[in-house]
């Protein structure tokens, strides 16, 4: 009986670890939503990280 609350009370201490998805995070936003904008803000960042080709190489690939 003993080892079944044991059991219980890890289960629920796991459980309460880390902020929930709805809980106010930083910027008045909640913690899903910054983490939401965190992801979109990398993917921005990756896309405007890779240069383009430039104009004269196409040019010159012409036949």
């Known amino acids: 009986m ?5 059991g219980y009370i890890a289960l629920l201490s796991l ?3 880390g902020p ?3 809980d106010p ?3 008045g936003v909640t913690v899903g939503e910054a ?3 965190d992801e979109a803000a990398e993917m921005l960042d990756e ?3 890779s240069p383009e080709e430039p ?4 040019a010159t690939q012409q036949p």
């Open 25 to 27: 995070g930083p910027g």
């Open 35 to 37: 983490q939401a904008l």
């Open 20 to 22: 929930a998805q709805n």
């Open 47 to 49: 896309r405007n990280a």
């Open 2 to 6: 003993m080892k079944r609350h044991v």
């Open 55 to 58: 104009s004269s190489e196409k």
């Open 15 to 17: 459980v309460a670890c």
